[in-house]
């Protein structure tokens, strides 16, 4: 176990430092204004690219600039801002359920505890890694579907379960890389290591992955 450990780590490494060479802006695509705001942002997004999500989410925050006037809202209200993103029914749940913790318990402060933020329907462990990752700098590592498949493909983890794949990578990756390796997989994950045909010869990767073709 310790030697697979140690293979990983220099794996980790190596392609740590080859995403961080190719993609150096490397960041969050969903627009980060207050934390608020992010963690509506990340309940628009399943299913949903971050570009819609963005101009949504302008939209309903320059009607409702904040929790307290989202809350008020009848869902209708939201739900016809928010179609754009698909998934509407669930998603005005979650946003109403997240302004009213918000406005009610929590005391308008978004807490730096993933457990607690599961606590709204719509906010799962993706979106709160995100959220504690992005607002408070807590190590935590979001693992989307392009991580998913990059950390498989490359050969961090063998495994397609979010949960798994998130472990392995904290396993491997040094505590301050996890909220950028999530980031830095995305980038990989859109120009090359796509779905359905990876650019292998043109990817920096592909010196050292298990997955090349
Ligand atoms: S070499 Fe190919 S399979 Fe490996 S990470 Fe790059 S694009 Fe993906």
Same mark, same amino acid.
């Given at each position: 176990?310790?030697?697979?450990?140690?293979?990983?780590?220099?794996?980790?490494?190596?392609?740590?430092?080859?995403?961080?060479?190719?993609?150096?802006?490397?960041?969050?695509?969903?627009?980060?204004?207050?934390?608020?705001?992010? /963690?509506?942002?990340?309940?628009?997004?399943?299913?949903?690219?971050? #570009? %819609? =999500?963005? &101009? *949504?989410?302008?939209?309903?925050?320059?009607?409702?600039?904040?929790?307290?006037?989202?809350?008020?809202?009848?869902?209708?209200?939201?739900?016809?801002?928010?179609?754009?993103?698909?998934?509407?029914?669930?998603?005005?749940?979650?946003?109403?359920?997240?302004?009213?913790?918000?406005?009610?318990?929590?005391?308008?402060?978004?807490?730096?505890?993933?457990?607690?933020?599961?606590?709204?329907?719509?906010?799962?462990?993706?979106?709160?890694?995100?959220?504690?990752?992005?607002?408070?700098?807590?190590? /935590?590592?979001?693992?989307?579907?392009?991580?998913?498949?990059?950390? #498989? %493909? =490359?050969? &961090? *983890?063998?495994?397609?379960?979010?949960?798994?794949?998130?472990?392995?990578?904290?396993?491997?990756?040094?505590?301050?890389?996890?909220?950028?390796?999530?980031?830095?997989?995305?980038?990989?994950?859109?120009?090359?290591?796509?779905?359905?045909?990876?650019?292998?010869?043109?990817?920096?990767?592909?010196?050292?992955?298990?997955?090349?073709?």
């Amino acid at each position: 176990m310790a030697a697979r450990n140690t293979k990983g780590k220099a794996l980790a490494l190596k392609m740590y430092d080859a995403l961080s060479t190719e993609f150096p802006d490397s960041t969050c695509s969903l627009e980060i204004d207050c934390p608020e705001n992010l /963690a509506i942002r990340g309940i628009l997004s399943a299913q949903c690219t971050d #570009k %819609r =999500v963005n &101009i *949504t989410a302008r939209e309903l925050f320059e009607k409702f600039p904040d929790m307290n006037a989202i809350a008020a809202q009848d869902p209708e209200t939201i739900a016809a801002i928010i179609k754009p993103c698909g998934l509407t029914g669930s998603k005005t749940r979650s946003v109403m359920a997240f302004a009213k913790k918000m406005t009610g318990e929590w005391g308008g402060v978004v807490p730096n505890d993933t457990a607690l933020l599961m606590e709204v329907p719509g906010i799962g462990r993706k979106i709160a890694n995100l959220i504690v990752g992005e607002v408070y700098g807590t190590p /935590a590592v979001v693992v989307d579907t392009h991580c998913k498949r990059v950390m #498989k %493909r =490359v050969g &961090i *983890t063998e495994s397609t379960d979010p949960n798994k794949v998130e472990k392995d990578i904290m396993k491997v990756f040094p505590e301050d890389t996890w909220i950028r390796i999530g980031h830095l997989s995305v980038d990989l994950g859109r120009k090359y290591c796509t779905a359905q045909s990876p650019k292998c010869d043109a990817c920096p990767l592909a010196s050292f992955c298990a997955g090349r073709i």
